[in-house]
Nanobody
């Protein structure tokens, strides 16, 4: 049984910062890519950031320069540092961990950017 436990969401003012964490536990082996997605009300889930096993990263233009993804392979944990947050970043954020055969999802954590 594999579990992904997310933490770090909450309410923040525009221009503020949040750091999300996602720790994978259980029978999970050979993790490849780790990623964060988000889904706003009425919208499709979208990729926010992805980091490969070798450390290369990719971001959509909407968050490039503001969000930073990182990982700690020893702890099977992925992080998302979010700076200069905007109201349009408001969404439920999901972590995604991929092995050779399976993709696992976290339960989601709410991020609300509002004054």
């Amino acid at each position: 049984q594999v579990q992904l436990v997310e933490s770090g969401g909450g309410l923040v003012q525009p221009g503020g910062s949040l750091r999300l964490s996602c720790a994978a536990s259980g029978s999970i082996f050979s993790i490849n890519a780790m990623a964060w997605y988000r889904q706003a009300p009425g919208k499709q889930r979208e990729l926010v950031a992805i980091i490969a096993s070798g450390g290369s990263t990719r971001y959509p233009d909407s968050v490039k320069g503001r969000f930073t993804i990182s990982r700690d392979n020893a702890k099977n944990t992925v992080y998302l540092q979010m700076d200069s947050l905007k109201p349009e970043d408001t969404a439920v954020y999901y972590c995604n961990v991929r092995t050779l055969s399976t993709a696992y999802w976290g339960q989601g954590t709410q991020v609300t950017v509002s004054s």
